[in-house]
């Protein structure tokens, strides 16, 4: 995610992941919206945490959705002590995060009879090291979800915010240097990081992801150029990642706002870098 946000906006990174200055801006006591998606991700992982290494049925989604609301909300209370749920904004962002749950679950209950899994890995932290002229540059990410589908490993990302098939769909690698298409080059990290940690394979773990607000599509599979083994993919994107690297560590280059005003909309930080919304 740092990676991604440096190629988003370089002061958004500065701020961000090197000031570490902090982006929640809404009062005490309330659910800030920035903060839906490690809520979700966290219930997710308790809802998912008692059927580790065993394949998913019917039954077992449909226990998970008698425990969900429960689980939900004692996940606000852990991450906001003394949260009110039950009015105003909070209600409703409640209602938000049961309902990007609810449509996990609705999705795996429609997948699970043809293409039952084995889950058994969930936040599963991975990390690599680089050295780019003579700096020691960790490479770290954390994948929502390891399966397994038959004799197919998979690598799940979940997504509370909007992603589409062409984010992640991309025809020359060079392609994951470019902003839009961050979410692809997450999922690329995440698949070198398993080949490098554990993975021994003549072809590439199958990565996806899937749109929580709208699982009814399913999952969305990184497509990436055609006949690539695991070994050019892995020369490829770590060419991409020092490329990346030697750019954020050149002292001469500052931390410059994006050019592109359309990724400030939504962003925490533009109170301090004045710049307009408008624009």
């Not at 982006?23 to 809520?39: L, R």
């Not at 929580?212 to 969305?220: A, D, F, H, P, R």
């Not at 030697?246 to 990724?263: A, G, N, Y």
């Given at each position: 995610t740092s990676l991604t946000r440096y190629l988003n906006c370089p002061l958004q990174?500065?701020?961000?992941?090197v000031?570490?200055?902090?982006?929640?801006?809404?009062?005490?006591?309330?659910?800030?919206?920035?903060?839906?998606?490690?809520?979700?991700?966290?219930a997710i992982e308790k809802l998912?945490?008692?059927?580790?290494?065993?394949?998913l049925n019917k039954e077992i989604i449909n226990e998970m959705e008698g425990r969900a609301e429960a689980v939900l909300e004692q996940t606000f209370r852990n991450e906001f002590p003394g949260i009110q749920l039950n009015e105003g904004v909070n209600r409703i962002t409640f209602a938000v995060a049961g309902h990007l749950i609810k449509n996990l679950l609705n999705s795996e209950k429609n997948t699970v009879e043809t293409m039952p899994p084995v889950l058994f890995e969930q936040e599963?932290?991975?990390?690599?090291?680089?050295i780019v002229n003579?700096?020691?540059?960790?490479?770290?990410?954390?994948?929502?979800?390891?399966?397994?589908?038959?004799?197919?490993?998979?690598?799940?990302?979940?997504?509370?915010?909007?992603?589409?098939?062409?984010?992640?769909?991309?025809?020359?690698?060079?392609?994951?240097?470019?902003?839009?298409?961050?979410?692809?080059?997450?999922?690329?990290?995440y698949t070198w990081l398993m080949l490098?940690?554990?993975?021994?394979?003549?072809?590439?773990?199958?990565?996806?992801?899937?749109?929580?607000?709208?699982?009814?599509?399913?999952?969305?599979q990184l497509e990436l150029p055609a006949a690539l083994d695991p070994d050019t993919f892995s020369s490829s994107l770590k060419q991409i990642l020092e490329q990346i690297a030697?750019?954020?560590?050149?002292?001469?280059?500052?931390?410059?706002?994006?050019?592109?005003?359309?990724?400030c909309s939504n962003c925490t930080y533009i109170a301090i870098c004045n710049r307009d919304k408008k624009n």
């Open positions: 990174f500065y701020l961000k992941d000031l570490k200055l902090d982006d929640n801006q809404n009062a005490t006591g309330t659910a800030q919206a920035n903060k839906i998606g490690t809520v979700v991700h966290a998912f945490e008692p059927w580790l290494n065993q394949t599963k932290k991975l990390h690599k090291q680089l003579g700096k020691k540059i960790n490479i770290k990410g954390t994948i929502d979800r390891i399966d397994r589908v038959g004799g197919q490993i998979r690598i799940i990302d979940y997504k509370t915010g909007q992603a589409e098939k062409k984010d992640i769909s991309i025809s020359d690698p060079e392609e994951l240097l470019l902003p839009e298409k961050s979410k692809a080059l997450q999922l690329s990290i490098n940690d554990e993975m021994k394979s003549e072809s590439l773990p199958q990565s996806f992801l899937i749109n929580l607000s709208k699982s009814s599509i399913g999952l969305i030697i750019d954020l560590i050149d002292e001469s280059k500052p931390f410059s706002q994006t050019e592109d005003h359309k990724r």
